[in-house]
């Protein structure tokens, strides 16, 4: 069957209902009329359907790209929330090594308080800051902090290692809150009543007070020199020799490590003594000096060691 034929057959057909219809339309008109509203009906309820469908379809694509928008906002803010836990970290680290210093260079009270805000200011106007101004920033204060710890960090080993060498130097008392009882230098002999020459100072103490090293080092001597009674020595190293004598008992050994105000005897009166006291030398190098030249050396950076 050619295409042609096949055409002329369905419009035969398609006549031929019609023709059907529009008898059957004459003979019912009330049921004709009735089909009719009810096709046009269901046209018009099909058409009402797909338009539903057609927003419901562009409902369920907008809040998915308002959920997705959001998942991506919420991405951001944790990142940044991230990020300024670091900073935060970061701050406080800096703020605490900030004290550490405060305190090892026995800064005035008050001037630098790290627990309040820093004063800031300026005039307007204002404007909304973008992600990418407000992702530099954070960029740019993070590298600040870095650069900021790091030169904190050098500051802080010079000052350690400045202590440190100060530590060394004789520049405390050995009897806490004492006095001088006699100087340095010539003086009456206390038992014979001649001249004689003092190679250090004494100072007051009772019995079984605590002697304390006035600087870090190690035990050198340990034991009984003649005239001195109970004697313990330091050396502090750079040619600094320290002596304590007239002691009751001595509390360390030859070669143990002793540290800045650490206990290292205990006071008396042995050796050629009119009571009890602590004969205290410094020697320099191999001489004997004035201990008051160090005793009036009070170091910004001393720190005190209870031993």
């Known amino acids: 069957m050619t295409y042609p034929s096949i055409v002329n057959k369905s419009r035969v057909q398609l006549s031929h209902w019609l023709q059907q219809a529009a008898y059957w339309g004459a003979q019912r008109p009330a049921l004709a009329i009735a089909l ?10 099909g058409a009402g359907i797909a338009d539903n469908a057609i927003l419901r379809s562009k409902s369920d694509n907008q809040e998915a790209l308002i959920a997705a928008t959001r998942r991506d906002a919420q991405r951001e803010i944790n990142a940044l ?22 305190r090892i260079g026995q800064l005035q009270d008050g001037e630098f308080d790290f627990d309040k805000p820093v004063g800031v200011g300026g005039a307007g106007p204002v404007r909304d800051m ?8 954070m960029a740019t204060l993070g590298q600040q902090f ?9 500051l802080e080993s010079l000052l350690f290692n400045r202590q440190l060498d100060m530590n060394a130097v004789p520049g405390r008392e050995p ?3 004492s006095y001088i009882t006699s100087g340095f230098g010539g003086r009456a002999d206390p038992f014979n009543g001649g001249h004689a020459n003092h190679k250090g100072l004494d100072f007051k103490a009772n019995v079984g007070d605590p002697v304390l090293a006035v600087a870090d080092g190690v035990v050198s001597y340990s ?41 290292i005897a205990k006071a008396g009166s042995t050796g050629r003594s009119t009571g009890a006291h602590v004969h205290f030398e410094v020697w320099e190098n191999g001489r004997v000096v004035n201990p008051r030249n160090f005793l009036s050396q009070q170091s910004p950076l001393k720190v005190q060691i209870k031993g």
């Open 175 to 177: 009897i806490a809150g």
């Open 130 to 137: 973008t992600k990418a101004e407000l992702d530099e920033g």
């Open 223 to 263: 034991g009984v020199r003649s005239g001195y009674g109970n004697v313990i020595e330091v050396d502090h190293g750079n040619g600094y020799v320290t002596r304590y004598a007239h002691n009751s008992r001595l509390t360390h050994k030859v070669g143990e490590l002793v540290r800045a105000g650490q206990e």
């Open 81 to 102: 929330a991230a990020r300024m836990g670091e900073l935060q970290a970061e701050a406080n680290r800096l703020n605490a090594l900030g004290e550490r210093l405060t």
């Open 36 to 45: 009719l509203l009810g096709s046009g009906a269901a046209i018009g309820a």
């Open 146 to 154: 870095q650069a900021s710890g790091e030169q904190l960090s050098v």
